[in-house]
């Protein structure tokens, strides 16, 4: 479970980027959080990974404080955006890494892979290196490097804005149903509509640091609590 209570971020230069959010995330929830470019999305998430510590309020996973544990000590996972690959190691090697830092076997570290892999379905490339792959596979590599450890908590932040718009349409369902078959707790940031609103669990829409609204799809657009949230997800009136 993530709970942020009263959480807010106010830059050194006095940017108020996040304004006394209230949020749970659910063990195994699939949150989605939504808003326009600027509205303070990456930094409640780079919050809940510890890259940025709040200035007031209270960041918490699983019930414990965790305003000031480092990023290694959450169980946690990230993908941003502009996914980084290792280009000289095989996808195989690029997704066994975290496993191998933590200094797990070669045997069940291969089989952890393979399974991942064909999860994600680039089970055939294993082989390649990152340059021979396509955009999408790029990013499927970065998914199961992050994923392979079992993380408690997976954060994504934009993972697909770099790409086109079928085989983002096609990833999106892949990554809802990986996350959802192994039960792992994820909060994903996008500013695009169509993305949060089929992907999520739940949906938490936020503006200029404050969150406007947090439902299900079928709540937040169907009974949006502002006019702003109506008028951002295209709500009937
Ligand atoms: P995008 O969709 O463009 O990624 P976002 O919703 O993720 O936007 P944030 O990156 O969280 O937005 O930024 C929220 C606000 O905080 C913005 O006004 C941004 O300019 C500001 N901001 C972010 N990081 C810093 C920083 N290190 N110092 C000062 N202001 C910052
Ligand atoms: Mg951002």
Redesign the pocket.
Known sequence: TVTLKDVT?V???G????DSINLDVNDGEFMV?L????????????MIAGL?EPTTGAVMLDGELANDLPPRDRKIAMVFQDFALYPHMTVGDNIAFPLRLAGIEPEPRGERVSDVASALGIGDVLARKPGQLSGGQRQRVAMGRAIVRRPGLFLM??PLSNLDSGLRAELRAEISGLTRELGVTTVY?T?DQAEALTMADRVAI?RR?VLQDVGTPTQVYGRPATLYVAAFLGSPR
């Open positions: 971020k830059f050194r230069d940017t108020v980027a996040v959080l808003g326009p470019s600027g509205c303070g999305k990456s930094t409640v998430l780079r940025e932040d934009e940031v500013h936020m640091g």
